[in-house]
Every structure is written in C-alpha cells, then in structure tokens.
C-alpha cells in the first residue's frame, strides 16, 4: 500500500539577547505531523540532540533550524504508514531580539569666561546600561561626539545630545542592544562670574569599561583632562 500523505511543520522560537547561543537556551521547538485530512498524527517535542542550528550564536539575528539526521530516521521508522520526505527539508528558526537598555549622560558647568561651551574642553561621559540596571560600558566623549544646542559663551543653561555619528558608531559596536540613544540628554550651565561657580564638568574619567555583548570600545576617547581651563 502507498504512503499516506503528509504535512510536516516545524516550530519556531525565540528570546531577548541574554549572552547565551541559541544550543544553550533550552529551546525546545514541536515537530507535528498531519495528514491529508488536516487531523494530527503526532507531535514531537524535540530536544537539542533531535535537531542542528546553523551558524549557533548569541548574537542578535535569525538562526535556522531544522532535523537532524537521526530524528528524521527515527520519525520515518516511528510512522512507516506515512510520506515524511518532506523531514529532510524541513525548517524553522530563532530569533535573538535586541536588550532594551538605557543610557545617560553626564552634563557639566562653567563660570562665563567668554569661551562657548565646544571651546571648553567639555567630556561628557556617556553611560550604557543593560536591562538588569548593570553597567555595559562607561565611555567619555570629546567634541563631534555630542552636540550642543546653540553653542553660545553666554550664561545659561544649554541641552547637550549625541551627535547622528556617535548613535550610529555605538549601535554598531553593541549591536545586541537598544540603549535609546536619541533619549540620551544632559545639561551644561554657564554661571555668571559674581556667583564664583567654578568649573565642574562632572564628566568623571571612566573609559571603556566592560563589553558585555559589545565590541571592543575603541570608539571612545582616551583623554583624562576633563578640568576646563577658564
């Protein structure tokens, strides 16, 4: 008697980037068969010895998933009365989405000394943090990394960002994550002479710290003189 025929599918899965590859993320997809009919002959939940990864990782990205050989055959011996040609090609994937972090950035002060603020050797540092509240990297930035709204000398409060090619460098040297880059604001404060304010950047000498997930933070400056000479 000829086969019965039958449709195979193959789940998929996914998770939020964790540091882990796809083989230890006790992903455990369901093989189900039907026939002709549509009614369910069987379904298999397969462990990670039943099916192969291609390319495993632990990076962000889709990862393609099907049977491996010795399932395929136990299946075929299991259900002789079916068609399971279609095992051999059968796929799925995972999918490793993007950690939803954070950032923050550190602003600093002067006392008017009638330079603007992108002549006051200003260092912001810029904070990355992952989902967890822990520190992925800590990373101080010179002038063309941040912008400054209205760069002025004169006293007064100014809103300091990320410039468009420092969000574009960090996305891509922790390609794993989302730190909200564009939220990343912080405040410099020019003070009039009579209120002797002094000069405090705030912008600490913290560089490169750990790279969880990252890149190696070679994007960052390695200059520790965040004092402004006024």
């Known amino acids: 008697n000829p086969q019965k025929s039958t449709t195979a599918t193959l789940s998929s899965g996914t998770k939020v ?8 993320s ?16 069987a379904n298999i939940t397969l462990s ?23 399932e395929i055959n136990a299946v075929k011996a299991a259900y002789p009365l079916y068609d399971t ?7 799925s994937t995972y999918t490793i989405t993007k950690q939803q972090g954070k950032s923050t950035l550190s602003g600093g002060s002067k006392t008017y000394d009638g330079k603007s603020i992108s002549e006051s050797n200003f260092k912001p540092t810029l904070t990355l943090i992952d989902a967890s509240g822990n520190t992925v990297a800590t990373l101080q930035l010179s002038e063309g990394q941040y912008t400054i709204s209205s760069d002025s000398s004169a006293v007064g409060t100014y809103i300091v960002r ?9 996305t891509a040297q922790y390609p794993n994550y989302d730190f909200a880059l564009n939220n990343a604001t912080a405040t410099y404060t020019i003070t009039s002479s009579g209120n002797h304010g002094g000069d405090k950047h705030g912008g600490g000498d913290n560089h490169g710290s750990d790279n969880n997930g990252g890149n190696n933070d070679d994007n960052n400056n390695n200059d520790n003189d965040n004092n402004d000479n006024s």
């Open 17 to 24: 980037y964790d540091g882990k590859p796809v083989s230890e």
């Open 26 to 41: 006790n992903f455990k997809p369901t093989l189900t068969l039907k026939d002709a009919s549509g009614n369910v002959v």
């Open 48 to 70: 990670s010895n039943q099916y192969t990864i291609k390319n495993d990782g632990s990076n962000v990205g889709t990862y393609q998933i099907s049977l491996n050989k010795d």
């Open 85 to 91: 040609t279609t095992l051999a090609s059968l796929q």
């Open 162 to 170: 990320l410039s468009a090619s420092e969000i574009a460098a960090i």
